[in-house]
């Protein structure tokens, strides 16, 4: 088993922020990252204005589903390329041109069947661009800074999620719906201006690294925790956030109060990862204990919500989901990291965020077949738990003797 992918450092006092890289990558994970969120806005004020809303929600679906569906042959890719630096400046500076000819092909309303067709390609190109991102702080961090590094990755994705729809929100006002995905295409240049200097960086190969090709990333067994569990995530997420402006008025508030819960979600979620990052190292439980642990404490908030029946309570529960959420999203990259060598990095970072759109498709599906909140709630926690301890049960030998 390939216990980490970076030689222990030098140093005695390893540095993480004051590193010359440190402030390119963070940089670099804020445009990867936000990307998604701002779409979430700006192709629904583009698809109304070329067809109506219903139409926008679809190219949300699109953009969403292909990017999952893509991100891990994307990852994989860039794994093996020969020249991983100049395909990235492929991917980033294409993605780039696919973003300003969706944005001018909805101003002109030209064929819906050109503008979806082009929506999936502009989220098909950059898929493994999120999960290099992490790779990418994996080959630089000092291995002694593990925790603290994912912990920083794991804000970085949560403050994405609540400044990208503030940016579209601004941007709205100028009643232009091509500026909004305009902007959305800037974020590429951003990535490739700050992280495309650090992949296939100076820092030399690992002298663990494998000399025969990896493999399959699923015949790593000690790798399917983190794996299954980003599924199990993206359902328990998608089911607080879908879920709340149904539960709001059920406790009599208004739904509009359900975009504030999101970013009071976001913001416990980065002061829950600012504490596991300062008290991991002295958690005496394998990476992998911690994370289904962490993973119980997430579900039981999901099925307190659903019996919520106050305003209050519902924002409480939020709030506590979220201190869960953030940090459990770091342990499940540290279990993976440390499950799967080097070669394979890219690719499953990008399974994990392609299987986070997989779980939150599913708990999507529930909530729509399944008759009243509670239920639907319900039903999401219980398959999520279900799917992860089983797989945690699967491979608990291989784990705790690796």
Not at 23 to 44: D, G, K, Y
Not at 68 to 88: E, F, Q
Not at 196 to 221: C, E, I, K, M, Q
Not at 357 to 380: E, F, K, P
Request: net charge positive; proline share 5%; charged share 10%.
């Amino acid at each position: 088993m390939h216990a980490t992918s970076l030689r222990t450092g030098s140093d005695p006092k390893p540095k993480l922020f004051t590193t010359p890289w440190w402030w390119r990558w963070a940089l670099a994970t804020c445009f990867a990252r936000i990307t998604e969120p701002m779409a979430t806005l700006a192709l629904i004020s583009l698809g109304t204005f070329v067809s109506g809303y219903s139409y926008g929600a679809f190219l949300v679906s699109v953009y969403a589903f292909t990017g999952a569906l893509t991100a891990t042959t994307s990852g994989k890719l860039i794994d093996r390329a020969a020249r991983p630096r100049r395909l990235v400046l492929i991917m980033t500076s294409s993605s780039f041109l696919l973003h300003v000819a969706l944005a001018a092909f909805g101003t002109f309303r030209l064929s819906t069947v050109l503008i979806t067709v082009t929506t999936a390609l502009c989220a098909a190109l950059p898929g493994g661009i999120p999960g290099l991102s992490r790779s990418v702080l994996v080959r630089y961090a000092d291995p002694r800074l593990r925790n603290l590094a994912f912990s920083w990755d794991s804000i970085m994705t949560e403050a994405g999620w609540i400044l990208g729809p503030v940016v579209i929100a601004g941007l709205t006002l100028t009643g232009l719906p091509w500026v909004e995905v305009a902007a959305m295409a800037v974020t590429f240049l951003g990535v490739q201006l700050f992280l495309g200097p650090l992949v296939g960086g100076d820092r030399g190969t690992p002298s663990d690294a494998p000399t025969t090709a990896p493999g399959s990333l699923w015949s790593y067994r000690t790798a399917w925790p983190g794996l299954v569990d980003s599924v199990s995530i993206g359902m328990a997420v998608t089911g607080v956030v879908s879920a709340l402006p149904v539960l709001l008025p059920r406790a009599g508030a208004s739904p509009a109060w359900s975009g504030i819960l999101v970013s009071l979600l976001a913001a416990t979620g980065i002061a829950g990862t600012l504490v596991y990052g300062k008290t991991a190292g002295r958690i005496p439980l394998h990476i992998t204990v911690q994370s289904l642990l962490t993973l119980i404490g997430v579900l039981t908030t999901v099925v307190a919500l659903a019996f919520s029946d106050s305003a209050l309570s519902v924002a409480v529960w939020v709030g506590v989901s979220g201190f869960f959420i953030t940090p459990f999203n770091t342990q499940r990259s540290i279990s993976l990291e440390a499950s799967i060598p080097p070669a394979l990095h890219t690719q499953g970072f990008s399974a994990q965020f392609a299987l986070f759109g997989l779980g939150s498709a599913i708990s999507a599906g529930m909530l729509a077949l399944i008759s009243g909140v509670t239920a639907a709630l319900l039903a999401i926690a219980g398959f999520a738990l279900l799917i992860s301890a089983v797989t945690h049960g699967a491979v608990r030998k291989e784990i705790l003797t690796a």
